[in-house]
C-alpha cells in the first residue's frame, strides 16, 4: 500500500488535477499575450508569438493607473485600520470576562454571511444622504467595517492560545497593559495578523459589489474597472478584459503561495485552524 | 493612565473603535433599512417616501417573481454546495497522501487559485469561454455535437453553465476542508486501525468520521452562506437573464434596488435575507461550540 502511494504515477495524477483547476486562469494570462484576433480564433490559438502590446495599451489608458493606485490605498489603508481596531476588541475579548461577549461576537460574524446586495442597499441610502458617495474616506471605512469580523475572529483565537501567564508576569513586575498588549502578545500572534492581513487584503482587493455601487470616478478599483470599462462601442474589449484580468489576478496567486499555511483559517473567516 | 486600566470600563475602551465601526456602517444601515422596507420607495418617481405599512412584506406572499427567485436561489445552493462537496471530498482524500510530492506547494496554489480570484472577472471572462463562436467552450461543443449552442443565452442552459462555474470556483475550498478534516484525525487512531487491518469502509466509519465531520460540517455551512450570497458572479456572467432563469435573490435585489429602483420593497426583501443569513451563522457557531466542547471533554 505504503509503495503504491509513493508511485509517481499518483503524483502525476494530482499535478494534472492541479493543473486542470488552473487552466481557465492560465487561459486568461495567456489570452493577455495575444492578439484581438489571435484571442478571438477558433480553434483557439495555442502556439502564438506573444506580444506586450495589450499591456501597453493598458497602461496608456487614462483610467488605468489612478484606478490601480485606489486599489492598493483603499485596501492597505481599510485592512490595516481593520486590524488596529480589531487587535484592540480580540485582546479585550479573549482576555475580560465581558458580558454578552459571544453575542458580540456572533454579531460581528453575522455580518460577513449575509448576501452583500442586501447590505449595499441601505448602506447606499445612507451614503447618498450624508453625501458620501465616492469618496476615499468612506469608502476606506467601509472596507475597513468589512474587514473587522474576520480579523477579530482570527486574532481572537491566536490570542486564546497564548497562556494568561504571560500577561500576570507583566502585570507583577509592574508593566501598563499598553505595554503588555504591544510588547509581550503582538509578538506572540504574529501568525494571525500575517493572515488576516494577506487574506482580508485579497478579500478587499475582490471586491466589487460595494466599489460599483458607492464608488465613483474618485474611488474606482481594479473589479469595478474590468466590469464598467469592458463594454466598448460594438462590443466587449477582449484584450483589455485579459490583460486587466491578468495583471490584477497576479497578486493575490502569488499571496496564495507564499501563505498557503494561512489560507484554511483565511477562508473560514479565523474559524478552523489546522494543517493542510 | 493606571487608573484607566485598572477600571472595569477598560475591556470596552478596547472594543470601543470595533463597536463605533459596528454601529455606523451596520445598526444605523439596519434600522434604515427595516424603516425603509415600511415604505414605499421609488427614487425614479421623485416623491417622498410615502409610509404604507406592512404592504411591501403583504406584497412578498403573492409575488411570483420573488418566490420564483428564491426557489432559483435555493437549487443554486443546493447543487453547488452538493457538487463542490461531493468533488472537493474526492479530490481530498485523493491528494490525503500528497505531502512528499515534489512541487506540492505550487500544485496546491495552483488548485485552490479560483477560489481567490473575484467573481466580477471570472464572471467576465467566463462569457468569453461560453461564446457560441469566439469561446474556447463553444468551440468544442461545435466540436464534438456538430451544432453550436449558445449556453448563457438558452433557457435551461444557463442555469448549469451558472452552475458549472461556481462548482469550479469553489470545489478547490472543499479540498481544503477536506484535507484539514483528514488532517484532525490523530496519526494513532490511524495507525491502530492499520494494525487492526480494518477494512477502508470501517476506518472509514469508525475511526475518521468521528473526527473529521466537524470540519466537514463547518465547510458545508460556509460553502451554504457562500452559495445563498451569490450575486457578483450571476451579474457578470448573465445578468439574471435569459428570461430571467438565473435571476438568483441576490441579482433580484440588486436590479430592483439599482434597475427598477424601487428602495422601500427592496428593502423589506433585504430584510428577510437578513434574518435567513443570521439563522445560517446561527447554525455555524452551534456546530463550532459543539466542537470545542467535544474537545474539553476529550
Not at chain 1, 228 to 234: M, N, Y
Not at chain 2, 73 to 82: A, D, H, I, P, Q
Amino acid at each position: 500500500m505504503k509503495r503504491g502511494w509513493k508511485s509517481p504515477i499518483y503524483y502525476i495524477v494530482l499535478w494534472l488535477v492541479a493543473l486542470i483547476y488552473f487552466f481557465p486562469v492560465l487561459w486568461i494570462i495567456l489570452s493577455a499575450f495575444k492578439t484581438k484576433s489571435e484571442l478571438l480564433a477558433t480553434p483557439p490559438v495555442w502556439i502564438f508569438q506573444p506580444t506586450l502590446e495589450n499591456f501597453i495599451d493598458l497602461f496608456q489608458r487614462e483610467h488605468f493607473w489612478p484606478t490601480f493606485l485606489n486599489s492598493l490605498l483603499i485596501s492597505v489603508s481599510s485592512v490595516g485600520i481593520a486590524i488596529v481596531v480589531s487587535f484592540l476588541a480580540a485582546y479585550a475579548l479573549s482576555r475580560y470576562k465581558i458580558y454578552g461577549s459571544d453575542f458580540i461576537q456572533f454579531l460581528i460574524l453575522s455580518i460577513r454571511m449575509v448576501p452583500g446586495a442586501a447590505v449595499v442597499v441601505p448602506v447606499y441610502l445612507m451614503y447618498a444622504a450624508l453625501g458620501w458617495k465616492d469618496s476615499f474616506w468612506p469608502m476606506t471605512l467601509f472596507y475597513a467595517m468589512f474587514s473587522i469580523p474576520f480579523s477579530l475572529w482570527i486574532l481572537k483565537g491566536f490570542m486564546d492560545g497564548v497562556s494568561l501567564r504571560f500577561d500576570e508576569t507583566g502585570l507583577a513586575n509592574n508593566a501598563s497593559r499598553f505595554h503588555i498588549i504591544f510588547k509581550v502578545i503582538l509578538p506572540q500572534v504574529k501568525p494571525g495578523l500575517i493572515a488576516a492581513f494577506v487574506f482580508n487584503m485579497i478579500f478587499v482587493w475582490n471586491e466589487f459589489l460595494f466599489n460599483f455601487i458607492l464608488g465613483g470616478k474618485q474611488t474606482t478599483t481594479i473589479p469595478t474597472l474590468l466590469v464598467s470599462d469592458s463594454i466598448q462601442q460594438g462590443g466587449v474589449d477582449w484584450t483589455f478584459v485579459a490583460s486587466l484580468g491578468a495583471i490584477y489576478l497576479l497578486p493575490p496567486v502569488i499571496a496564495l503561495y507564499f501563505f498557503q499555511k494561512y489560507l484554511l483559517v483565511g477562508m473560514t473567516f479565523g474559524t478552523v485552524r489546522g494543517e493542510v | 493612565m493606571r487608573r484607566i486600566e485598572n477600571s472595569r470600563l477598560y475591556p470596552w475602551l478596547l472594543l470601543l473603535p470595533t463597536l463605533i465601526f459596528f454601529a455606523i456602517w451596520n445598526i444605523v444601515p439596519l434600522f434604515w433599512m427595516v424603516g425603509m422596507s415600511f415604505y414605499n420607495y421609488s427614487l425614479n418617481l421623485g416623491r417622498p417616501p410615502r409610509f404604507v405599512g406592512l404592504d411591501n412584506y403583504l406584497d412578498y406572499l403573492d409575488n411570483v417573481d420573488l418566490w420564483l427567485a428564491m426557489s432559483r436561489t435555493f437549487t443554486f445552493v443546493l447543487f453547488s454546495v452538493g457538487l463542490t462537496t461531493l468533488f472537493g471530498g474526492l479530490l481530498g482524500v485523493l491528494f490525503w497522501r500528497s505531502t512528499r510530492m515534489p512541487g506540492r506547494r505550487l500544485a496546491l496554489t495552483l488548485l485552490f487559485s479560483p477560489m481567490i480570484l473575484t467573481p466580477a472577472a471570472i464572471g467576465t471572462f467566463s462569457r468569453l469561454n461560453y461564446d457560441p463562436t469566439f469561446g474556447i467552450f463553444g468551440y468544442f461543443t461545435r466540436l464534438f455535437t456538430g451544432q453550436s449552442l449558445d449556453y448563457l443565452g438558452t433557457e435551461g442552459w444557463a442555469f448549469a453553465a451558472l452552475i458549472a462555474v461556481d462548482v469550479w470556483m469553489w470545489t478547490p475550498f472543499m479540498v481544503l476542508i477536506t484535507l484539514a478534516a483528514l488532517g484532525s484525525v490523530p496519526a494513532a487512531e490511524l495507525e491502530a486501525a492499520e494494525v487492526d487491518r480494518l477494512s477502508i469502509w470501517r476506518r472509514f466509519r469508525y475511526v475518521i468520521l468521528p473526527h473529521a465531520r466537524f470540519i466537514i460540517m463547518l465547510g458545508i455551512i460556509l460553502r451554504t452562506i457562500d452559495a445563498f450570497k451569490v450575486t457578483d458572479l450571476v451579474y457578470q456572467l448573465t445578468r439574471g437573464g435569459p428570461g430571467g432563469t438565473t435571476e438568483v435573490i441576490g441579482v433580484m435585489m440588486y436590479r430592483k434596488a439599482f434597475d427598477a429602483l424601487t428602495m422601500g420593497w427592496t428593502s423589506g426583501v433585504a430584510v428577510i435575507t437578513l434574518l435567513t443569513a443570521i439563522a445560517f451563522t446561527a447554525i455555524f457557531l452551534y456546530i463550532l461550540n459543539l466542537q470545542k466542547r467535544r474537545r474539553l471533554l476529550q
